[in-house]
């Protein structure tokens, strides 16, 4: 069955801080991808990456990187020197490649409070 | 607009009422997501079109949902003999394409509360 565990309910930083946040994703299916969202407080989820299951490579954006792990099944999303900006709900999901309407599992989520 | 938008962006009723929630997806998308988002909880499929179609239905949680998109571009959602349980933030997601590769454009949601 398809899944997506986030084990962290919420986390608190002081600004400038580094922060992990951790997803484990749960699938049958040998091609599939992973996604990570951004929910602020006014609602509107933000694509944030896109990868898929052929491609380990990590990648960074700016402050933003992603450690993908299909050994351990694992995206995890780490912020650098966070910001008070950075405050809001983090989604992880995945699609599976069989699902030809490309419809999303989220995680339950992680809230991330990035205090001055 | 550039975004997909929804309306109305707060809808409160009573038990028992009827609902709808419109959303107008990004032009010329031509897959559409509904999601259904409660409290402290990641978003949850409800329905997903290809064009005018419901391709997939699976997470419409009974048949008190009904969601249709007739000229394949504002999709409606329809709640009949709305209950309490019902109350959640409805989001509407649209994508260039189907398939696993698009990425998902979504609204600011519909709050709804059934009281």
Same mark, same amino acid.
């Given at each position: 069955?398809?899944? =997506?565990?986030?084990?962290?309910?919420?986390?608190?930083?002081?600004?400038?801080?580094? =922060?992990?946040?951790?997803?484990?994703?749960?699938?049958?299916?040998?091609?599939?991808?992973?996604?990570?969202?951004?929910?602020?407080?006014?609602?509107?989820? =933000?694509?944030?990456?896109?990868?898929?299951?052929?491609?380990?490579?990590?990648?960074?954006?700016?402050?933003?990187?992603?450690?993908?792990?299909?050994?351990? +099944?694992?995206?995890?999303?780490?912020?650098?020197? +966070? $910001?008070?900006?950075?405050?809001?709900?983090?989604?992880?999901?995945?699609?599976?490649?069989?699902?030809?309407?490309?419809?999303?599992?989220?995680? $339950?989520?992680?809230?991330? +409070?990035?205090?001055? | 607009?550039?975004?997909?938008?929804?309306?109305?962006?707060?809808?409160?009723?009573?038990?028992?009422?009827?609902?709808?929630?419109?959303?107008?997806?990004?032009?010329?998308?031509?897959?559409?997501?509904?999601?259904?988002?409660?409290? @402290?909880?990641?978003?949850?499929?409800?329905?997903?079109?290809? @064009?005018?179609? *419901?391709?997939?239905?699976?997470?419409?949680?009974?048949?008190?949902?009904? *969601?249709?998109?007739?000229?394949?571009?504002?999709?409606?959602?329809?709640?009949?003999?709305?209950?309490? @349980?019902? %109350?959640?933030?409805?989001?509407? *997601?649209? %994508?260039?394409?189907? @398939?696993?590769?698009?990425?998902?454009?979504?609204?600011?949601?519909?709050?709804?509360?059934?009281?």
């Amino acid at each position: 069955a398809q899944k =997506v565990t986030q084990a962290q309910t919420e986390i608190s930083v002081v600004e400038k801080e580094d =922060v992990t946040l951790d997803c484990v994703y749960e699938t049958r299916d040998t091609t599939y991808y992973l996604f990570w969202y951004k929910q602020p407080p006014s609602g509107e989820l =933000v694509f944030l990456i896109r990868r898929n299951s052929f491609d380990e490579q990590n990648e960074i954006s700016g402050r933003y990187s992603w450690n993908f792990q299909k050994s351990t +099944s694992s995206f995890n999303f780490t912020i650098t020197a +966070s $910001q008070v900006v950075d405050s809001a709900v983090y989604f992880c999901a995945l699609r599976e490649s069989y699902n030809q309407g490309g419809k999303l599992i989220f995680g $339950q989520g992680t809230e991330l +409070s990035v205090k001055p | 607009g550039a975004g997909v938008s929804q309306t109305p962006s707060n809808k409160v009723t009573e038990k028992g009422k009827y609902v709808e929630l419109r959303c107008d997806p990004i032009s010329g998308h031509t897959a559409l997501y509904w999601y259904r988002q409660s409290l @402290g909880q990641g978003p949850e499929f409800l329905i997903y079109f290809q @064009g005018t179609g *419901a391709a997939d239905d699976s997470g419409l949680p009974n048949d008190r949902f009904f *969601a249709v998109r007739p000229e394949g571009s504002v999709s409606t959602l329809k709640i009949q003999r709305t209950e309490r @349980g019902d %109350s959640a933030v409805y989001l509407c *997601a649209s %994508s260039e394409v189907s @398939g696993y590769t698009g990425e998902l454009f979504f609204g600011e949601g519909s709050r709804l509360t059934v009281l």
